[in-house]
Structure formats: structure tokens, C-alpha cells
């Protein structure tokens, strides 16, 4: 495993709105060029990313919006990723319901793309106890 001192990290925070998360899949494309990916997993990862975000646009904030915080943490022999938000936060196990609930069914969904392609996945509360935060890692080869 990689020390610390040998990460790179990227920040970055986009408004709660889906036109934003293209942004994070912007970030993610240009790290591919600092530690190059196979397209393949690039486009996985990007896949993961998009779940994750769209998690926190959706079912985060209400009409006044806020913000997600993504941050990647790029090793030689892995990527980690975290998406986080100071939201209401979601249930990804809430499913069978009907309404609102149903809603977050597709969270569950999401979650689940996500943990197909990670090879680790977290998933708590965010900053201060509210909201939420999601953090998966990919090795790399």
C-alpha cells in the first residue's frame, strides 16, 4: 500500500444541482491523465461518481439548495473517492415503498451500482451529524 505523502488530492464543491455533476466527471477524466486509467475503468468509475453525486442532488437539500463536496484521492495503487453533503441525508436500504420512500428506492439502486464497481464502499453521516457521506475506493492496476 502507498504512503500518504504519496497521494494526490483534488477537491472540488459544486452547487446541488444535477447540471453540476458533470464538473465531477470533468475532475475524474483530467486525474486520468495524471495516473492513467483504462477506459474501461475510467468509464466506471465515472458511472460510480454519477451515482454517488446525483445521491446527494436529489436527496440532500430541498428548494434552497447547497452544495456537495467531492474530493478524490489519487495513489499509484488506488483511487478514493468521497461524495459528501450537509443535507437531510437518505436511507440507501429503503425499498418495497410507495411515495416518497419509493424515491429513495433509486438511492438504493445507485448504491448498489456503486458497490459493484468499488472495491470498497462506506457509506455515514456527514460533517456535524447532519447530511451524509460516501466514500468508495478503487484499486488500481
Not at 504519496?6 to 464543491?13: H, I, K, M, N, P
Not at 495516473?35 to 474501461?40: D, F, H, K, Q, Y
Request: proline share 4%; net charge negative.
Amino acid at each position: 500500500m502507498s504512503d500518504v505523502s504519496d497521494s494526490r488530492t483534488v477537491r472540488l464543491t459544486i452547487p446541488a444541482k444535477p447540471e453540476y455533476i458533470t464538473l465531477s466527471r470533468l475532475a475524474l477524466s483530467g486525474l486520468s491523465r495524471v495516473r492513467p486509467l483504462a477506459e474501461e475503468t475510467l468509464a466506471d468509475l465515472k458511472l460510480a461518481l454519477t451515482e454517488a453525486c446525483s445521491n446527494s442532488v436529489r436527496h440532500a437539500y430541498g428548494d434552497d439548495g447547497g452544495h456537495v463536496e467531492i474530493s478524490f484521492e489519487l495513489y499509484d495503487d488506488r483511487l478514493i473517492v468521497e461524495v459528501a453533503d450537509d443535507g437531510a441525508g437518505f436511507e440507501p436500504e429503503t425499498t418495497g415503498r410507495s411515495g416518497e420512500d419509493a424515491e429513495l428506492a433509486e438511492g438504493g439502486l445507485g448504491i448498489a451500482i456503486i458497490r459493484s464497481i468499488a472495491d470498497e464502499v462506506e457509506i455515514g453521516g456527514g460533517a456535524h451529524g447532519r447530511g451524509s457521506r460516501l466514500r468508495f475506493v478503487k484499486l488500481l492496476p
